[in-house]
């Protein structure tokens, strides 16, 4: 929950302060309901995908899972009004032998840049069009459809960075004890989804929440003011 920005040199009207009141209480109430355990997890073992200043969302995903392609829309939604000081990334997660050609597809078609070509598609070929885009082979022959060069995808494909980025994959899975996908991973250190949390759209006011806290621990402990000094 985001605070309203504090006027510049002028005071706050009743309908602005009410407001203020209330988005207040609202955060306070969100907190309130939030049930560690149930709406979200914390992790084990903590540890983010990649390293940076900024708050990770984690998404942890296969192109096989309908529930995952049914969550693209609204996870594009919340990229639009995503708290400032966060950084979206997608894991295609390695969770099984049946699960890693498409991971492969995935940080193989990242590595050559071409990621917006296979992405939805991807996923529209094996859920509207019920396509069989399931093996080595066939995910190859997939990605030269879509236009990217077939010698290049494959090369990136079987390539060693593709193999360390799935190991990797398969790590940060068992590091966050995902049993199931998608799942949502804040920072490193808790995990949710829409069943754990009831509802996508409470999945996501579950994410900003766990956002702010992570942002608000970060901020440095502002040093008391000198006594001797004021005035």
Not at 99 to 114: D, M, N, R, S
Request: one cysteine or more; aromatic letters at 8%.
């Amino acid at each position: 929950m985001t605070l309203p920005l504090r006027p510049r040199a002028r005071a706050l009207t009743l309908p602005a302060l009410l407001f203020a009141v209330l988005a207040l209480l609202g955060g306070a109430a969100l907190a309130q309901e939030l049930d560690e355990g149930i709406d979200y997890r914390r992790v084990a073992e903590p540890a983010r995908a990649e390293a940076g200043d900024d708050v990770e969302v984690l998404e942890l995903f296969w192109y096989g899972c309908p529930h995952c392609y049914q969550l693209e829309p609204h996870i594009e939604k919340w990229l639009k009004t995503k708290p400032a000081g966060v950084t979206f990334r997608r894991l295609p997660a390695a969770a099984s032998p049946r699960w890693v050609p498409h991971a492969k597809a995935y940080f193989a078609a990242e590595q050559l840049g071409v990621l917006d070509q296979l992405h939805k598609p991807l996923f529209k070929a094996l859920h509207d069009e019920r396509r069989p885009v399931l093996t080595d082979e066939q995910v190859i022959a997939f990605a030269a459809e879509q236009g990217i060069d077939e010698a290049k995808f494959r090369a990136a494909y079987n390539s060693f960075p593709v193999d360390t980025q799935v190991r990797k994959s398969a790590e940060l899975v068992r590091r966050y004890a995902i049993d199931g996908v998608p799942a949502m991973v804040v920072d490193g250190k808790y995990v949710t989804s829409a069943t754990q949390a009831g509802s996508i759209a409470r999945m996501f006011e579950v994410i900003d929440y766990l956002v702010a806290e992570e942002q608000a621990a970060a901020k440095p402990a502002q040093a008391a003011p000198d006594p001797d000094k004021a005035g």
